[in-house]
Nanobody
Framework: QVHVVESGGGSVQAGGSLTLSCTIS????????IGWFRQTPGDEPDTVAR????????RYAYFVRGRFTISQDKITRIVYLQMTSLKSEDTAMYSC????????????????WGQGTQVNVSS
């Protein structure tokens, strides 16, 4: 059974930084795609970044490009989301999702996801 756990959320002032972690277990971590998506109450979830576990190809939503960085540690099976220059509009519940192969890094499809970690950015 695939298990996804996010951590690292919290409260930060605008302009600050946070790094989220996504720990994945019960999966071979091969050939799939992993992404971070966020959601605020009443809105649809938006994928902010995705990475291919196969070749490390990444994609970012336009509204975080240049500020957020997704990376992976294949040995520990942890995917990170480094967030810098945070804005109040980045406030959301951030979740990590896994899509089994075959997958495209430029989509927002997920087969498994975690409970999420809350990020609050105050202006």
């Amino acid at each position: 059974q695939v298990h996804v756990v996010e951590s690292g959320g919290g409260s930060v002032q605008a302009g600050g930084s946070l790094t989220l972690s996504c720990t994945i277990s019960g999966w071979t971590y091969s050939g799939g795609c992993i992404g971070w998506f966020r959601q605020t109450p009443g809105d649809e979830p938006d994928t902010v970044a995705r990475i291919s576990t196969e070749d490390g190809d990444v994609r970012y939503a336009y509204f975080v490009r240049g500020r957020f960085t997704i990376s992976q540690d294949k040995i520990t099976r942890i995917v990170y989301l480094q967030m810098t220059s945070l804005k109040s509009e980045d406030t959301a519940m951030y979740s990590c999702g896994v899509e089994r192969p075959p997958c495209r890094v430029d989509t927002g499809n997920y087969d498994y996801w975690g409970q999420g970690t809350q990020v609050n950015v105050s202006s």
